[in-house]
């Protein structure tokens, strides 16, 4: 199984997808912001990218007109405290889920065994 | 002597030996040039002449000699048998004297004074006369032409229209009348000559002297000129323009006054419709200025909209971000193991996004209370030191976990300054967080302050990206960050540094930014004005104000009883856990009702009571207590989320605390509550 990229620049949050991706069984890399991810998706495969929009640097936006053009299979799943107005704005096939912070760890689980296709994992 | 040897030689002038003028008489009067001086007999026949009749008349003695005086007389003087008649009058009376046209030789007239003198001999019979003749020609144009002039004034003014133009007598009374003034105001003549110029004014006028003062002014100054209401003759008003001038003769005795008014009633009419017009064109002008103003504020709120509508969406982003641990690990924390080595991080990071949305609200609710004019200020007595390092102490793990060098440079002995102790750590702590979160890892920042006879200034530089030529201007305005919502590198509301700036100014000082640019750092420099309070200076706790060190709670209060009163069951819960671990016996109560069941039941030392509870709140809850006539010894403490009222809180409670709730300065408050003796509650 390939690993969950993780694009997140809150290290809280950070800190929290890497232990839920853990206890699911998954693996994941983190990029604090759009650019670390590029650079990790172009040296790379991953199962699916979780992707803040709000970033510093390089915002979660470029990245999702990255994986379009260069990796158009793996699917992203944008994990966002931003409104609709931005959310909205959204209009990308490689988009599989939007998820709003604060989000449950449940659903957030059930989205991204649903995008990878893999078995939830109990509890 | 007169020599008259050059003058035309006089008969009978043989003799060049003193004059004896007796017998020389003839010679005079034949050498007088200005009068013409001749004999008549009885009948009139001219018998001498002298040089002045040849001047006058034209004629020569030779000429004129043997001829009648009538010559002289026109045609109609001749007809009327003036000569004859005069000569009858000069021998009746002895002299006639006459002023009227002769003629002269070559037929022309000249005006003449005459007298004819009867000559009589000793027996008084009449032997002929003298007629001395004068000519007057040129007094009598002279005197022509001014009579001329002057009736043409007359008539001038008799028939001048526009201009009301009379003489008044010294007492007021109206003397002559043009016919300006008959059509200006209505009078005929005969209506108004010998009547008092008062007629003119109205009743008003009158009875306030105003005739009278005018003329008094006048006679004083010579002149006397004024713009009002005069009435006609039918009532009707007009607006006059009148100039009174006193007429003196020439021994200065007042002899009247000329008056002359003019009606400008429809010059000042037109006046008046200019200046309305002056006035309408002025008043447009405003209203479009106004307009104009109103569009741009119109404009500045459209923007100052969007800068909210941005930064609610900041808020809310803002707001999200922490909730995402703290949610996201609140569930997950229970599905881990407890010796799982993620669980103190869980906990740090819980801890650290709680702190931040603490922040956020209160940074939102400092704003609020700036915008409504609610943010009180605590001026005392401040140890500067002491709040510098207050300030830096709860930086300085942020700034260690981006290995930002952080430095101190304080000049000498800072002493102390009349402020907001928290206020002031509140500024200071900002500043310096701020460009933490600005500065890049392995950067600097140094604190300094410096104190002179008048101010103290406290700099925070740092060696981070600085600041934007542009946006620099901009910087201390609310809802301002450099950056757009999608591409921002620090979180935040933006609103830091404009509280900053509120809360200074608030206390008469300023703060600057300056920057060389992007790249080259920032200073911010907040200055206060020296004044003392005399106020003895406090001491500030240091450290987070949410996540306070767990040490030192000990068993602070051991055998107090506690009545907690809150409709929200997790608070309850959290106070329960929080004061019974520091020895207290705590009941719970989630309504009033319940509450006054508890106390009836067994008093307690201390009620920690919400204020927003439905059916009965927290106020209504405070005063039944404070009627039981055993709750004296009963401290009530609210604890609330509100941040308004607080003036009511503090009447009615002991203490007031607010939510968020940090368990620790919880009990450290109770206790100093609980130790303050007393009975009677406070307000």
Known sequence: ???????????????????????????????????????????????????????????????????????????????????????????????????????????????????TKEPLPRG | VADTGDRK????????????????????????????????????????????????????AAEAVGRNFSMFYGPADLEARKPQRELETARAEGRIQDEGWRLRKDGSRFWANTVITALRDGDGFVRGFVKVTQDLTKRREAEESLKQSEEI????????????????????LVATWNAGAQAIKGYAPEEIIGRYFGTFYSEADNRAGKPDLELRI?????????????????????????VITAVHDEKGVLRGFTKVTRDITERKRADEVQRALIE????????????????????????????????????????RTPMTAIMGWARLLPTLSPTDPVVPQALAAIARSADLQAQLIDDVLDVSRIVSGKLRLNIQEV????VLNAALETVRPSAAAKDITLVTSLAGNIGSIAADPTRLQQMVWNLIANAVKFTPVGGRVELSARRSASRLDISVKDDGQGIDADFLPHIFEPFRQAETPQTRVHGGLGLGLS???????????????????????????LMLPRASSGKAPVHLPTGSRYVSEPEGVGRKLEGVKIVIVDDDVETRTLVLAALGHAGASVRAAASAAEALLELDRELPDVVLTDIAMPVVDGYELARKIRERSDSSGVKVIALTAF????????????????????????????????SVPGDAPAG
């Open chain 1, 1 to 115: 199984m390939k690993s969950v990229l993780i694009v997140e620049d809150d290290e809280p949050t950070q800190l929290l997808l890497v232990a839920l991706m853990r206890r699911n069984g998954l693996d994941s890399v983190v990029a604090a912001n759009g650019a670390e991810a590029i650079n990790l998706l172009m040296s790379r495969d991953f199962a699916v990218v979780i992707l803040d929009l709000m970033m510093p640097t390089v915002d979660g936006q470029e990245v999702i007109e990255y994986v379009a053009r260069e990796k158009e299979t793996i699917p992203v799943i944008v994990c966002t405290a931003a409104g609709p107005r931005t959310t909205d704005a959204i209009d990308s096939k490689v988009v599989k889920a939007i998820v709003r912070k604060p989000f449950d760890i449940d659903d957030l689980s059930a989205i991204i065994a649903s995008v």
């Open chain 2, 9 to 60: 030689p006089l008969r009978s002038s043989g003799r060049t030996a003193a004059i004896d003028f007796a017998d020389e008489l003839p010679l005079f009067i034949a050498a007088v040039q200005d009068y013409a001086i001749f004999g008549l007999t009885e009948s009139g026949e001219i018998r001498s002449w002298n040089s002045g009749a040849d001047r006058i008349m034209g004629y020569t």
């Open chain 2, 153 to 172: 004034f007359r008539l001038l003014v008799a028939a001048v229209k526009d201009y009301a133009i009379f003489m008044l007598n010294p007492e007021g």
């Open chain 2, 218 to 242: 006048a006679r004083a100054e010579g002149r006397f000129e004024e713009e009002g209401w005069r009435i006609r003759k039918d009532g009707t008003r007009f607006w006059a323009n009148v």
């Open chain 2, 280 to 319: 309408q064109r002025e008043a447009l002008l405003k209203v479009e200025e106004e307009h104009r103003l109103a569009e741009a504020s119109y404009h500045a709120a459209q923007e100052a909209n969007r800068a909210k509508d941005e930064f609610l969406m900041t808020l809310s982003h803002e707001l």
């Open chain 2, 383 to 386: 140890d500067v030191g002491q």
């Open chain 2, 499 to 525: 509280i900053v700036r509120y809360l200074i100014e608030a206390q008469g000082g300023t703060v600057t930014a300056e920057s060389e640019g992007k790249g080259k750092g920032a200073t911010f420099t």
């Open chain 2, 643 to 674: 941040s308004t009222g607080e003036g009511t809180v503090r009447q009615r409670f002991d203490a007031y605390l607010n939510k968020p709730i940090d368990p620790f300065s919880l009990v450290d408050s109770i206790a100093a509550v609980v």
